[in-house]
């Protein structure tokens, strides 16, 4: 997104004990949060690169403000206020996206010759020729649902992911673990969505950016379970077939 409404009396009360400093990286932090419509990066030295910042003060104001308008959660800073634009922002798009549809098929049966509104007009002639240029109607729009029990990580969700990131340089990246996160995330701030297909692409497209990878190439350490064992070596067979 690349606008949204900015309340200044709700901003003041809220950041009135703010030095100068600390207003800029706030206002950075949180233009960056909604541009990309995701939660900031978790990993803090890769924020001070992105936002340029470089001295002793400027790191302070940012654990200042990490501190006083963020919380940490899944290797990412989640701040309420910009969730809630961003809700609010996607919402209106699919309100919107759903009345295009309706008007598109209430067009579309004015337009049809067949249809109960057209019953007394008059035949075509001779001289006349039907229309070719007529658009389709658009699909009517869905409703936005919760996460279902049965969207789980399939060989098509995974294999689609890991193709993105070979692509990205990100073959570090483990899918079991980062689809993990996305599912945990979305039960625990009850996140719906029209297209949950689409939302996991945004979703393992924001982990090139976001994640910092496993550390031991599978994403967990220590000792795995047989199932773990296997969905590796699976998911390593479906790297190699892509390549």
Same mark, same amino acid.
């Given at each position: ?48 690169? /992105?936002?340029?910042?470089? /001295? ?161 190439? /599978? ?25």
């Amino acid at each position: 997104m690349h606008y949204y409404q900015f309340n200044i009396g709700d901003y003041r009360r809220k950041t009135s004990h703010l030095t100068l400093l600390e207003h800029g990286i706030y206002r950075s932090l949180i233009d960056t949060y909604l541009l990309e419509q995701s939660p900031l990066c978790g990993d803090v030295p890769t924020l001070m690169r /992105t936002h340029c910042i470089r /001295t002793a003060n400027e790191k302070k104001a940012l654990n200042n403000v990490l501190g006083d308008f963020f919380t940490y959660e899944n290797e990412r800073f989640f701040n309420s206020r910009c969730d809630q634009i961003i809700s609010s922002y996607i919402e209106k798009s699919d309100k919107a996206r759903e009345s295009a549809n309706k008007r598109w098929e209430k067009d579309a049966n004015a337009l049809h010759p067949d249809s109960e509104g057209n019953a007394n007009h008059k035949p075509l002639t001779n001289n006349q020729e039907p229309s070719t240029n007529i658009i389709p109607p658009a699909k009517a729009g869905k409703r936005k649902t919760s996460l279902a029990p049965d969207f789980i990580l399939t060989t098509k969700k995974a294999g689609l992911a890991m193709k993105y990131w070979d692509g990205k340089g990100r073959t570090d990246l483990n899918i079991r673990e980062i689809f993990e996160q996305f599912t945990t995330y979305c039960k625990a701030n009850g996140k719906t969505y029209v297209d949950w297909d689409s939302a996991w692409q945004t979703w393992y497209v924001n982990a090139v950016k976001f994640e910092r990878g496993s550390t031991n190439g /599978t994403g967990r350490q220590g000792y795995k379970t047989k199932s773990q064992i296997a969905d590796d070596a699976a998911i390593e067979a479906l790297r190699d077939l892509q390549q």
